[in-house]
C-alpha cells in the first residue's frame, strides 16, 4: 500500500497537486473522514493549511502559531500525536465540527520540521499504533515529495527570471533616452518580480535627496509623495550601505515613511537594491508585493542583477544626452567662430574703401568759416570715419587673437573621440564609418580644440554629402618623418572642379547651395594656422576624398 501511495504522490512536480495528492493518500490510507496538510510560513512563522480534504472553508484559512493546537504541538515537538478522544485534550482546536479523534505525524525535510499531516475521524479511537507509524512512512515520502517540487520550482523560477533578465536587458538597452530607459527599467522589473508596483529613486545633484523618476504600477498618493532625504529614509540607508534591504511590511514598519500612504496604495512588502555604477551609489530600485511576502536571496540576486543592468543603461542613456549636448555645443562654436570669420572678412573688405573716404575726405581740405554750419558738419563726417576706422580695427584684433595654442596632439585618440561623437548620427543617416588609423602614429603640434573643430566640420560635411547613406572611410598615416596625413572619404555626390576651387576661398564667395557656407573656410582658415595643407579629389557621383596634412613639429 505504501508503494503504490508512493508511486502516486511522486507523479507530479506540481508543488500544490503534489500536496492535495498527499493528503487524499493520507485520508484514504488512514481510513480517515478529512485531513490537510499545514506547512510553516518562512516570513510569518503560522502554520497554514496548503492542501485539505473534506474541510469547510472557515477551516481551510486558519493559522496557527508553532506550539498551539495539537498540529502546533507536533510541529513544536517534532514528534506524533495520536489522540483518541479530542475532547479531552486541551490542545485541541476545532477545525471540523464532528471530529472524536486525531493522528498528526511531523514532515522533516533536511532536519528541519518544515509542516505536519493531520487526518481526522469521526470515530473515537480511530487510529492504531500501526496506522501511526505508517503515516510516518507517509510523511517521510511526502517530505520527499515537497523537498523535490520545491527544488523543481526553485529551478522553474531561475529559469523565468534569467529568461525575463534577458529580455529586461534587451529592452533598457534598446533606448537612448534617459526618461524612456527609466520607464523601461521599472516596467521591466515590476514584470519580472510579479510586483504590484515598482519604482526608481534616483540621487539629485546635491546626492542629499532622492527624487522619484520612474514607476510602473504607482498610484497618486505614491506620485505625490515627497522626496525622500538620503539621511532619514529607509531607501537613504539602502544607499548609503550599498546593499539590498527588505521590510516585510511597510504599513506596520517605524523605518518606513509614509506609511498611510502605502496603505492607500495597498504596498506590504519592499525589497530594495541599490543602483550601482563604477562603485558609487547613483539611487534605488524597489519593488513592492500587495501581500507580506520574504523575497528570496535568488530573487535579490536577480533583482540586484537587474539595478547593475540598469544603472549601466542610465550612465549610457546619461553619456549619450552629454554627447549630443556636446554635438550642440560643438555645432554652436562653430557658428560663433564662422560668425567671427566671417565678421573679419567683412572688417577687412569694409577697411578698404573707408581708408580711401578717409584719404578723399582729407584730400578735399574743407575748411569753412568758423560761423559756417558745414563746419560742424564737417568735424562730425571726420569723427565718424575716425569711429569706423577704430571699430574696424577692433574686430580685426579680436580676430587675430583665435590663434591656436600649439602642444602635442594624439591625432588618432581625437579621431576615436570623434568616432564615439557622431556614431548615433551616422547610425540614423545609415552611414557606415570606418576608421584606418596607422598605429603608433606621432603627435603633432598643435591646438586639440580647433583641430577638432575642422575634423567634426569634414565629417559632418562628408555625411551631407551622402543623405541616402554610404561608407566614409578616414585614414591616418605617417608621410614622412615630418609630416602626418588624414584622409577623409566619403561615397556621396561629389564636387564639381567649380565647388573644388572656391571650398576654402572667403566666406563671401562661397557658393554652397544648403547651409552657410562657413563650415570648409573655417576648416582653411584652421589648418593654415597651423602650418598646413588640404587638398580635395573628387568628381560628380563619385564621392570626395579630402587629405589634410599637417607637420609633426
Not at 490510507?29 to 493549511?49: D, H, K, R, W, Y
Not at 542613456?317 to 567671427?340: H, M, P, T
Request: aromatic share 4%.
Amino acid at each position: 500500500m505504501l508503494y503504490q501511495v508512493s508511486n502516486v504522490i511522486h507523479s507530479t512536480l506540481e508543488p500544490q497537486e503534489a500536496l492535495q495528492l498527499i493528503v487524499r493518500e493520507a485520508v484514504r490510507l488512514m481510513n480517515a473522514t478529512s485531513g490537510s496538510v499545514v506547512l510553516i510560513n518562512p516570513t510569518t512563522s503560522f502554520l497554514e493549511i496548503h492542501a485539505s480534504q473534506n474541510l469547510p472553508a472557515s477551516a481551510t484559512k486558519m493559522k496557527l502559531r508553532v506550539g498551539e493546537g495539537i498540529t502546533g504541538w507536533v510541529a513544536r515537538h517534532g514528534k506524533s500525536a495520536r489522540v483518541g478522544e479530542v475532547r479531552h485534550d486541551q490542545r485541541y482546536i476545532v477545525a471540523r465540527r464532528g471530529v472524536r479523534s486525531e493522528l498528526a505525524v511531523p514532515m522533516e525535510v533536511n532536519g528541519e520540521i518544515r509542516g505536519v499531516i493531520n487526518v481526522d475521524s469521526d470515530r473515537s479511537n480511530a487510529f492504531s499504533h500501526d496506522d501511526q507509524e505508517l503515516l510516518q512512512e507517509l510523511a517521510v515520502q511526502g517530505a520527499r515529495v515537497i523537498r523535490n517540487t520545491w527544488l523543481f520550482e526553485q529551478l522553474r523560477l531561475k529559469a523565468r527570471l534569467f529568461e525575463s533578465l534577458a529580455a529586461v536587458s534587451r529592452a533598457i538597452n534598446s533606448t537612448l533616452n534617459l526618461d524612456e530607459a527609466l520607464r523601461a527599467i521599472t516596467r521591466e522589473a515590476s514584470e519580472l518580480m510579479r510586483a504590484r508596483m515598482c519604482s526608481l529613486m534616483m540621487l539629485d545633484g546635491s546626492r542629499e535627496w532622492l527624487d522619484l523618476r520612474a514607476s510602473h504600477g504607482a498610484g497618486a498618493a505614491y506620485l505625490k509623495r515627497p522626496r525622500l532625504s538620503v539621511e532619514d529614509s529607509f531607501l537613504g540607508v539602502v544607499v548609503r550601505r550599498k546593499k539590498p534591504m527588505q521590510l516585510e511590511n511597510v504599513q506596520t514598519s517605524s523605518r518606513y515613511q509614509n506609511v498611510e500612504m502605502a496603505r492607500r496604495e495597498g504596498l506590504v512588502s519592499l525589497l530594495s537594491v541599490p543602483l550601482l555604477f563604477a562603485g558609487e551609489a547613483i539611487g534605488t530600485l524597489n519593488v513592492y508585493s500587495g501581500q507580506v511576502y520574504h523575497f528570496s536571496n535568488e530573487e535579490i540576486r536577480i533583482l540586484g542583477a537587474l539595478a547593475e543592468l540598469s544603472a549601466i543603461a542610465i550612465e549610457k542613456a546619461r553619456l549619450y544626452e552629454r554627447i549630443v549636448d556636446v554635438e550642440e555645443q560643438l555645432r554652436q562654436n562653430e557658428k560663433l567662430s564662422a560668425l567671427g570669420l566671417l565678421a573679419a572678412e567683412v572688417a577687412h573688405e569694409i577697411r578698404n574703401p573707408l581708408t580711401v573716404m578717409k584719404l578723399l575726405y582729407h584730400s578735399l581740405q574743407l575748411k569753412f568759416p568758423a560761423g559756417d554750419p558745414r563746419a560742424k558738419d564737417a568735424r562730425i563726417i571726420d569723427a565718424k570715419i575716425e569711429h569706423l576706422n577704430k571699430i574696424v580695427e577692433q574686430i580685426l584684433d579680436f580676430a587675430r587673437t583665435t590663434e591656436p595654442t600649439l602642444a602635442p596632439v594624439d591625432l588618432n585618440g581625437l579621431v576615436d573621440e570623434l568616432g564615439l561623437l557622431v556614431r548615433h548620427k551616422m547610425a540614423n543617416q545609415n552611414i557606415l564609418m570606418v576608421l584606418k588609423l596607422q598605429p603608433d602614429l606621432p603627435a603633432v603640434m598643435g591646438d586639440a580644440t580647433h583641430l577638432e573643430q575642422a575634423f567634426l566640420n569634414l565629417i559632418l560635411n562628408a555625411a551631407e554629402a551622402m543623405p541616402e547613406g554610404g561608407t566614409l572611410t578616414i585614414k591616418s598615416r605617417a608621410i614622412s618623418p615630418a609630416q602626418i596625413a588624414i584622409e577623409f572619404k566619403d561615397t556621396g555626390m561629389g564636387m564639381s572642379e567649380e565647388l573644388q576651387r572656391r571650398a576654402f576661398t572667403a566666406v563671401l564667395s562661397s557658393t554652397k547651395a544648403r547651409g552657410t557656407g562657413l563650415g570648409l573656410a573655417i576648416v582653411g582658415r584652421i589648418i593654415e594656422t597651423h602650418h598646413g595643407a588640404i587638398r580635395i579629389k573628387s568628381s560628380p557621383g563619385r564621392g570626395t576624398n579630402i587629405i589634410v596634412t599637417l607637420p609633426v613639429k
